[in-house]
């Protein structure tokens, strides 16, 4: 149980970890803000919805021979199990017997396991009680048909309890967390309340700017890998061989080719939104924050693109000694963040940061 845990934790934070850019990036569309404790609450789900894996299909059966004769199981379809062993337990052992029991454990267990489920779901998705109720036994179905199929022919045979009483239990285990949540203060903004607020400007505060990097970081590093997926495509397909195996040469022009797809796509990426709109990047028209400077000052706005977000994959390209600028020119771009919400980028350009959802008008007077 102790590994499962281990695993669930690290599972959950790993996922979190990994979507937390797309998850600002949709908090910012959907609500016009990021909202720290909703990706607490998003990373607890991810969590939990290890757990629950990690419970229902973890430890795997061993695949040797005579594995599934010694272990195999049969689901248990008696609705009065557990109240029959109970009633056992006192008549053979006695009242105190009960406590220590492990088919009393087991019957607690599943409930516990299941409050995490209508408490999240309830707090996070915010569906209405029934809705959750049901999902909760729609997923406890599931679950009993993953026990009792083997993880649905997967493994050589089902080696997990699928229990009839878990469905009761775990949905009573839900419906706890539907009443822990209408009793937990809430600390985390609604989505009436979020949405209502969606169109107000907002300061441009530093972490506001730092999440626009990190957003900005991300869609280079996709562009990249979108670039050199492509280069590499097309070089294949020009430079096919009957046997399909390319020379050591041609490996090499291979290699160059999907560097310079990668370099190249990400100046797409820097440099095509300074010219485009408002001409903030990529990552800034996430999180609403865009130049306050007339529409046709472009050049200055490719000044902000170039001096850092197009000059980072340039010097990495460039190849060494240049790359190594590439890591201390981001630093200090983000030291720049983090004195004032301008920036480096926008300080050489000689720009100033607003947000987006500022009338223009206001921008101007503001500047002047």
Same mark, same amino acid.
């Given at each position: 149980?102790?590994?499962?845990?281990?695993?669930?934790v690290?599972?959950?934070?790993?996922?979190?970890?990994?979507?937390?850019?797309?998850?600002?990036?949709?908090?910012?569309?959907?609500?016009?803000?990021?909202?720290?404790l909703?990706?607490?609450?998003?990373?607890?789900?991810?969590?939990?919805?290890?757990?629950?894996?990690?419970?229902?299909?973890?430890?795997? +059966?061993?695949?040797?021979?005579?594995?599934?004769?010694?272990?195999?199981?049969?689901?248990?379809?008696?609705?009065?199990?557990?109240?029959?062993?109970?009633?056992?337990?006192?008549?053979?052992?006695?009242?105190?017997?009960?406590?220590g029991?492990?088919?009393?454990?087991?019957?607690?267990?599943?409930?516990?396991?299941?409050?995490?489920?209508?408490?999240?779901?309830?707090?996070?998705?915010?569906?209405?009680?029934?809705?959750?109720?049901?999902?909760?036994?729609?997923?406890?179905?599931?679950?009993?048909?993953?026990?009792?199929?083997? &993880?649905?022919?997967?493994? +050589?045979?089902?080696?997990?309890?699928?229990?009839?009483?878990d469905?009761?239990? &775990?949905?009573?285990?839900?419906?706890?967390?539907?009443?822990?949540?209408?009793?937990?203060p809430?600390?985390?903004?609604?989505?009436?309340?979020?949405?209502?607020?969606?169109?107000?400007?907002?300061?441009?505060?530093?972490?506001?700017?730092?999440?626009?990097?990190?957003?900005?970081?991300?869609?280079?590093?996709?562009?990249?890998?979108?670039?050199?997926?492509?280069?590499a495509?097309?070089?294949?397909?020009? &430079?096919?061989? +009957?046997?399909?195996?390319?020379?050591?040469?041609?490996?090499?022009?291979?290699?160059?080719?999907?560097?310079?797809g990668?370099?190249?796509?990400?100046?797409?990426?820097?440099?095509?939104?300074?010219?485009?709109?408002?001409?903030?990047?990529?990552?800034?028209?996430?999180?609403?924050?865009?130049?306050?400077?007339?529409?046709?000052?472009?050049?200055?706005?490719?000044?902000?693109?170039?001096?850092?977000?197009?000059?980072?994959?340039?010097?990495?390209?460039?190849?060494?000694?240049?790359?190594?600028?590439?890591?201390?020119?981001?630093?200090?771009?983000?030291?720049?963040?983090?004195?004032? +919400?301008?920036?480096?980028?926008?300080?050489?350009?000689?720009?100033?940061?607003?947000?987006?959802?500022?009338?223009?008008?206001?921008?101007?007077s503001?500047?002047?």
């Open positions: 149980m102790r590994a499962q845990i281990f695993a669930s690290a599972v959950g934070l790993a996922v979190s970890t990994a979507l937390f850019l797309p998850l600002v990036l949709w908090q910012f569309r959907r609500y016009g803000r990021f909202d720290a909703r990706v607490v609450w998003t990373a607890a789900g991810f969590t939990y919805a290890a757990g629950l894996v990690a419970f229902t299909v973890f430890p795997l +059966p061993r695949f040797e021979p005579g594995y599934c004769a010694a272990h195999s199981t049969h689901p248990l379809l008696d609705p009065l199990r557990f109240p029959r062993e109970v009633l056992e337990v006192l008549e053979v052992r006695g009242p105190l017997a009960v406590a029991d492990w088919v009393v454990w087991e019957f607690a267990l599943n409930m516990v396991l299941f409050v995490p489920f209508g408490l999240i779901v309830r707090r996070v998705l915010e569906w209405p009680r029934p809705a959750v109720f049901g999902a909760a036994v729609a997923v406890t179905v599931l679950i009993e048909l993953t026990q009792g199929t083997g &993880n649905w022919g997967l493994a +050589p045979c089902p080696y997990r309890f699928a229990d009839v009483t469905l009761f239990t &775990n949905s009573f285990g839900a419906l706890i967390g539907i009443g822990l949540e209408r009793l937990m809430r600390l985390m903004s609604t989505k009436a309340h979020l949405l209502a607020q969606r169109d107000r400007a907002r300061p441009v505060t530093r972490t506001r700017r730092l999440l626009g990097m990190a957003l900005d970081t991300w869609y280079l590093v996709m562009s990249a890998v979108a670039g050199g997926v492509l280069a495509a097309l070089y294949t397909a020009l &430079n096919r061989t +009957p046997d399909g195996v390319l020379s050591p040469a041609q490996l090499l022009e291979l290699e160059c080719w999907i560097f310079t990668a370099w190249f796509a990400t100046l797409l990426v820097a440099l095509i939104p300074a010219v485009v709109s408002t001409g903030s990047s990529l990552g800034q028209r996430t999180v609403y924050l865009r130049p306050r400077a007339q529409r046709e000052a472009r050049i200055a706005r490719l000044l902000r693109a170039g001096c850092v977000q197009a000059a980072v994959p340039t010097l990495l390209y460039a190849g060494f000694p240049w790359a190594l600028l590439g890591p201390v020119l981001a630093s200090a771009a983000v030291i720049a963040v983090a004195v004032d +919400p301008r920036g480096l980028s926008y300080r050489l350009a000689g720009l100033d940061i607003a947000d987006a959802r500022q009338p223009a008008l206001e921008s101007e503001a500047r002047r």
